[in-house]
């Protein structure tokens, strides 16, 4: 996978310019720097969610992602959101309990901590090429962080990700390399 040459503005405001990425296949990389660089437009362009204004990519038709903000229904259980990515309840199930949460209980009923869990057990249980994770563990306490760190390396260890944060810790722990930007 890789971004070549991109460059992108919003208006006069120029985000990205000559920004190149390669991501080899099965690797994990942190993507960091300061509020407002590009991090969050690097991850729409590969997402699709923005074109570049210039450049070329390379990037996987498998991508499955967790944003900055958890995007449930909420009135769904955490099961059923988990399931609209996948119909393999089992797995779901599992990826669940491994995050500590209990998959009968509604979204609406739920703290933040346990939501933002939901939205990473959505992510993992899709198989997929590059695995995206903007901002994944904010809002998660020290243990529970860590718990939720060893269930995304146990499910993405075959893929390639990008994983984003503003933490050097987080990124040491996860990360084969680490790309500011």
Do not use: W
């Amino acid at each position: 996978m890789f971004l070549k040459n991109i460059c992108k503005s919003f208006g006069e405001t120029e985000v990205l310019k000559d920004f190149n990425l390669e991501i080899d296949e099965g690797e994990h990389i942190a993507l960091m720097g300061k509020s407002g660089k590009g991090k969050t437009t690097v991850l729409n362009i590969i997402t699709g969610f923005e074109l570049p204004d210039s450049g070329e990519t390379e990037i996987p038709n498998e991508i499955s992602a967790v944003f900055q903000e958890d995007r449930l229904s909420e009135d769904f259980s955490a099961i059923s959101n988990v399931c609209l990515m996948s119909a393999d309840k089992e797995r779901s199930n599992e990826i669940l309990r491994k995050l500590g949460i209990d998959g009968t209980k509604t979204v609406n009923t739920m703290s933040g901590g346990q939501k933002r869990r939901v939205a990473l057990a959505r992510c993992l249980v899709r198989d997929a090429g590059l695995y995206i994770f903007d901002e994944a563990l904010k809002g998660l306490d020290e243990k529970t962080k860590a718990v939720a760190m060893s269930v995304i390396k146990e499910y993405t260890c075959k893929s390639s990700v990008v994983f984003v944060t503003h933490d050097i810790n987080e990124a040491k722990d996860f990360a084969d390399r680490i790309v500011e930007i």
